[in-house]
């Protein structure tokens, strides 16, 4: 039974996400601050992250950067703040997804087999090594390297890298982004821009500028050699 770990300080809330996602075959375990949601997913990690943004002392952002440190379970912000300026702030602190309150359950869960999905999938063996300039990701092994040095990437940066470098110097759009990478057939198209800035500041020596990962305007995305 996939684990669940939902960091919610609203008892409600967080009592009524249990017993729907339990329905919905997930084993969930509710806590009400981000410390002890750190605690326990460092003594029992679970499959999946679900954080809210407004916790009590230390905030959902910062919960979700040091979730980060030397891991790389997906994680979901459910929140009320729907802002474009929270939402792209969740995501660039780490954050894979980001479900605005009050939520369907029926969604998140959808959602959240997907994130299974996509961890499940294993990487094509087929071609060890793709090269593009001095950035070479090698799909089997999960690696990203820059002349030579390792990169460190989540599994949904990972995901949508090998998905660019699979179609190179072909143009994606958001939504196939989207569908391919997040397993979603609709969505939030600012999560793929996020993660796109994400990859271009740990790959380009100029994130502004950059020469592999490349916005083709009113298109879509292509990494080039």
């Known amino acids: 039974m996939p684990a669940v770990l939902l960091i919610e300080d609203d008892d409600r809330i967080r009592l009524s996400l249990v017993l729907a996602l339990e329905d919905e075959g997930y084993a969930v375990q509710g806590v009400a601050t ?4 750190l605690l326990r997913q ?3 990690p679970a499959d999946t992250v ?39 702030a969740a995501l660039e602190a780490g954050a894979d997804d980001y479900v605005v309150k009050p939520v369907a359950v029926k969604e ?16 094509s063996d087929a ?9 070479e990701i090698r799909p089997a092994a999960g690696e990203v390297s820059v002349r030579g040095n390792p990169v460190g990437v989540t599994r949904t940066e990972f995901r949508l890298l090998c998905e660019l470098a699979e179609h190179a110097g072909r143009v994606l759009s958001r939504q196939q982004l989207l569908q ?12 793929v821009d996020v993660h796109v800035g994400r990859l271009r500041n740990k ?9 592999h990962l490349v916005t083709v305007r009113g298109l879509g995305y292509k990494l080039q050699r």
């Not at 910062?62 to 440190?69: D, K, Y």
């Not at 998140?108 to 990487?123: I, V």
């Not at 071609?127 to 950035?135: E, K």
């Open 34 to 37: 981000a410390e002890e949601g």
């Open 42 to 44: 460092r003594r029992d």
């Open 50 to 88: 679900l954080v809210d943004l407004m916790l009590p002392q230390m905030d959902g952002f910062e919960c979700i950067r040091q979730l980060r440190h030397g891991d790389d379970v997906p994680i979901v912000v459910v929140s009320a703040r729907d802002d474009t300026h929270d939402i792209v």
């Open 108 to 123: 998140l869960a959808a959602r959240l087999r997907a994130l299974r999905r996509r961890a499940r999938a294993a990487p």
């Open 127 to 135: 071609v060890p090594s793709l090269t593009f300039g001095d950035l």
């Open 180 to 191: 391919r990478v997040w397993d979603y057939q609709t969505g939030d198209e600012r999560i």
């Open 203 to 211: 790959i380009e020596d100029d994130s502004g500028s950059p020469r």
